[in-house]
């Protein structure tokens, strides 16, 4: 298949939302936009009805991509739509689906309740499974979005896929970039002022030199870098209020029942007020793919500022070549 965008699309309005911010993307991209609804059968209990048989349900499946389909092509005539109808569990087609893709969108309800941590179960679960970049679009948040992508990055494990995905954003919307660090404080230093300005120096001097190839490669590309004190998930959510796209890495541990995606790729999904892109990491030796590289994580290795410096050289040297 030509290159292209995928959206998960069911009856909600957030689905609804991301296949609208999905057809842009691909507009952007110069891609096709590809809806894909994932037919599980049979029904969960909480939503099974006696009187639907398969027919019906998938008779139903195809009128509402058909609707959706309609919809998008109506708003975005430029975009050519296509429609694919899967059968199986959401999380497991939707990231089997991912795999052929460029991007992939869902929607998400972002609420703070244990309904809306099951409604982004599905979402979690395909951030979790898959190598290509996820965007979690929310619907009504309301408000005029601020003209910046903001990315989260993490000095002590690699920065590459993250700042690869915000900067091309932001150069395909002609918009400003905003990367931040959040800086670790030993809890016996947080009371220590000279102790924590020394450390916020050190990691804006990581986070420039971490940035200046980067800057060379997309040289119309407007950066501002901030390196804040405080938890990566609250330093994100705070930076990123009314960002036009919050972009974060992930990392996953394989678990028993579902993969953990991080704490921080989770308080984006669910608390950033903006669409959250999470791009996969690469931040150790693990096996890969043509497209990318997903880690599982095993004891997290800390670095200390030095070896951040170091990792950042590196990365420099290897992106001006």
Do not use: N
């Not at 975009?79 to 990231?95: K, M, Q, V």
């Amino acid at each position: 298949m030509p290159r292209h965008v995928t959206a998960g699309v069911d009856s909600s309005p957030e689905s609804l939302a991301a296949a609208h911010w999905a057809a842009r993307e691909a507009a952007l991209r110069d891609a096709r936009l590809l809806l894909v609804h994932v037919e599980e059968w049979p029904l969960p209990l909480a939503v099974a009805a006696p009187t639907i048989d398969r027919d019906d349900h998938r008779r139903w499946a195809h009128r509402l991509l058909d609707a959706a389909a309609a919809e998008l092509r109506e708003h975005h005539p430029g975009t050519d739509i296509a429609t694919r109808l899967l059968s199986g569990r959401p999380p497991a087609a939707l990231a089997i689906e991912a795999a052929g893709s460029e991007l992939m969108v869902l929607g998400s309800r972002g609420l703070g309740t244990v309904a809306g941590a099951l409604m982004g179960s599905v979402g979690s679960a395909v951030v979790g499974a898959t190598e290509v970049p996820v965007v979690v679009v929310r619907a009504g948040d309301g408000g005029t979005p601020d003209r910046e992508v903001v990315a989260g990055v993490d000095l002590h494990t690699g920065t590459d896929d993250v700042l690869a995905f915000a900067f091309a954003a932001a150069g395909r919307r002609d918009c400003a970039l905003r990367v931040v660090h959040a800086v670790r404080v030993p809890l016996f230093h947080a009371h220590s002022a000279a102790y924590r300005e020394q450390a916020e120096a050190e990691a804006a001097a990581v986070l420039t030199a971490a940035l200046e190839p980067w800057r060379r490669r997309f040289p119309s590309v407007s950066v501002t870098e901030r390196a804040v004190p405080g938890a990566a998930a609250q330093v994100l959510v705070e930076e990123s209020a009314g960002a036009l796209l919050v972009v974060v890495g992930r990392r996953i541990r394989h678990a028993p029942l579902v993969p953990h995606i991080g704490h921080v790729t989770h308080a984006a999904m669910h608390h950033c007020r903006a669409p959250a892109d999470s791009s996969t990491r690469t931040w150790a030796a693990a096996p890969g793919t043509a497209r990318s590289v997903t880690l599982t994580e095993g004891k997290r290795r800390r670095h200390g500022s030095r070896a951040a410096v170091r990792t950042a050289a590196a990365s420099a040297s290897a992106c001006s070549r």
